[in-house]
Nanobody, 129 residues
Framework: QVQLVESGGGLVQTGGSLRLSCAAS????????TGWFRQAPGKEREFVAA????????YYVDSVKGRFTISRDNAKNTVYLQMNSLKPEDTAVYYC??????????????????????WGQGTQVPVSS
């Protein structure tokens, strides 16, 4: 069972930046496609970004394209989400998720929560206006 731990959240002003980290407990994580989701107060959890295990493909929701960048360092068993130009509507709890089951590109289900097998506990990102 892989454990995922998110960190890097915290209060930030509009226009500011944060880098979230998702650290995994097992080295097998380096072979798992990994994604970030978020859940704003009173809303459903939504897909934000995802990355292939090899980093050769990345996926984003339209609302964060050009502002957020997902990356990974498999030697450190860690996936990152660099968030720039933050807006109040980015306020949410951010979760990372990883897929253990076999998957093949083009990863058609990568934006769906059910596609993933492991989830972290989340880190809060409040963006003040």
């Amino acid at each position: 069972q892989v454990q995922l731990v998110e960190s890097g959240g915290g209060l930030v002003q509009t226009g500011g930046s944060l880098r979230l980290s998702c650290a995994a407990s097992e080295r097998t994580f380096s072979r798992y496609p990994t994604g970030w989701f978020r859940q704003a107060p009173g809303k459903e959890r939504e897909f934000v970004a995802a990355i292939a295990w090899s980093s050769d493909s990345a996926y984003y929701v339209d609302s964060v394209k050009g502002r957020f960048t997902i990356s990974r360092d498999n030697a450190k068993n860690t996936v990152y989400l660099q968030m720039n130009s933050l807006k109040p509507e980015d306020t949410a709890v951010y979760y990372c998720a990883a897929r253990r089951r076999a998957a093949f590109t083009p990863y058609t289900g990568i934006r769906s929560q059910s596609w993933y097998d492991y989830w972290g506990q989340g880190t809060q990102v409040p963006v003040s206006s």
